[in-house]
């Protein structure tokens, strides 16, 4: 059951649940609380009750059945404050959404006004220390938007200092990369330049030194060889020393044998001359 | 807040991190890569150190020349030149008894860089064309 008005410690927050409405034209004073879709209260009461329990959160009772979701569905919704009084709302579908119509009292047992058929109400029965407070208390209007204010000022803040640290951020990695960046060509500018240097010096050294004086030890030798054969023999024209060498022969068949030895390929013409072909590697 | 800053500013982070890596990644492949050039540059300029001295090219001409002509065989030098090579040379024609040109620049090629281009021997006689390297002082 609801006490209404007196403070209550719930979940570890000291809250006073006051009487509310979801359908206007509940109170005399009554006032629309921001921040809501459709809650009013009397605004004497909610004042009152403030100063009655100073520093205290101050609920209403269908703004934490709305919280709840405790309207599941269309029908009369009676929600007591003691066991003969209390407040009953009338919820229908509208467009798909269940929205509050009626209300009216319950006074000493009995609904005053309306249409109610006692039998349909549904009671609801707010264990209130099992349920989720809402996150905003009853708030008058000014109230809501210096809160409104408070929230996007600490929004904006929060803004200037994500973008602040962001900016940062990416300032220190562009720095840190221009920083890499400077220090790696440095680097590969120092190495450049030594590997030019070197590479001058090296063609400048290559031009000094061989590896080896050229040799053509053997293919002179094979040369020469036929020559001693047949003191008469000729290249066959001007033989270059990239390739094999060609010589001419006048050799009488019996020096055949010792002429194939120095060469690789032989040919004997009906003219009697050998054509020898010497291999230079 | 600080929950919601965190998660917001932690992507960036991890993405400025992740680009840093990769960034300093490719910086020391750069210098790698330089340094594995330097190297084997630095290679190649020992070997060559080792290598043989070619000496000036006009002594080695000289002593090609002279020798030949001691020999009984002539010289001719040929301006234009047959060698197409990176060193300096001197190029000439040979021209002698075919033993004793062959035997000439076969024994020279052992005591001065001499490269033989060809050969044409006819009569007896052999004329080879030769370049004898060396340094341009």
């Keep these: 059951m609801l006490s209404l008005g007196s403070a209550q410690i719930i979940k570890r927050k000291s809250i006073v649940v006051i009487e509310d409405s979801l359908v206007e034209g509940a109170f005399v004073d009554e006032v629309e609380i921001q921040g809501e879709d459709g809650l009013w209260v009397g605004a004497a009461n909610l004042n009152q009750t403030r100063k009655d329990n100073s520093g205290v959160a101050v609920y209403g009772a269908w703004q934490i059945v709305k919280h709840n979701n405790l309207i599941k569905s269309p029908g009369w919704y009676l929600l007591k404050y003691d066991d003969e009084n209390g407040r009953a709302v009338e919820i229908r579908e509208i467009s798909g959404s269940l929205l509050a119509v009626n209300s009216c009292e319950f006074k000493d047992g009995k609904f005053e006004g309306g249409s109610v058929k006692q039998e349909l109400v549904i009671t609801l029965d707010l264990e209130i220390e099992k349920l989720k407070l809402p996150k905003t208390q009853l708030l008058f209007a000014e109230e809501y938007y210096k809160t409104l204010d408070a929230k996007e000022r600490a929004r904006m803040r929060f803004q200037a200092v994500y973008y602040f640290v962001l900016l940062s951020g990416f300032a220190g990695w562009y720095f840190y990369s221009e920083l890499n960046s400077k220090k790696a060509d440095e680097n590969l500018v120092q190495l450049n330049s030594t590997i030019n240097q070197i590479s001058s010096d090296r063609d400048e050294l290559r031009l000094s030194k061989i590896k080896e004086y050229p040799k053509d030890t053997a293919i002179l030798n094979r040369i020469l060889n036929v020559i001693y054969i047949d003191p008469n023999a000729k290249t066959n024209g001007e033989q270059e020393f990239s390739g094999d060498i060609e010589m001419l022969v006048d050799g009488s068949i019996s020096d055949e044998n010792r002429v194939i030895k120095s060469g690789v390929s032989f040919i004997r013409y009906p003219t009697g001359e050998f054509k020898v072909r010497l291999k230079n590697d | ?137």
């Design chain 2, 1 to 137: 807040m600080t929950k919601k800053f965190v998660i917001a500013v932690l992507p960036f982070v991890l993405l400025g991190y992740l680009v840093m890596e990769e960034f300093n990644s490719v910086t020391i492949k750069k210098v790698s890569v330089k340094a594995d050039e330097l190297s084997m540059l630095s290679s190649e300029v020992e070997s060559i150190e080792n290598s043989i001295e070619l000496g000036p090219k006009i002594d080695n001409w000289m002593t090609f020349k002279n020798f030949a002509e001691a020999n009984g065989a002539t010289v001719e030098w040929v301006k234009d030149g047959f060698y197409d090579g990176e060193y300096d040379y001197y190029s000439g024609i040979i021209t002698g008894n075919s033993k004793y040109a062959i035997a000439i620049v076969g024994e020279l090629q052992s005591e001065i860089p001499i490269i033989l281009h060809s050969i044409n021997i006819l009569g007896k006689t052999a004329q080879i064309k030769v370049s004898v390297l060396g340094v341009d002082q």
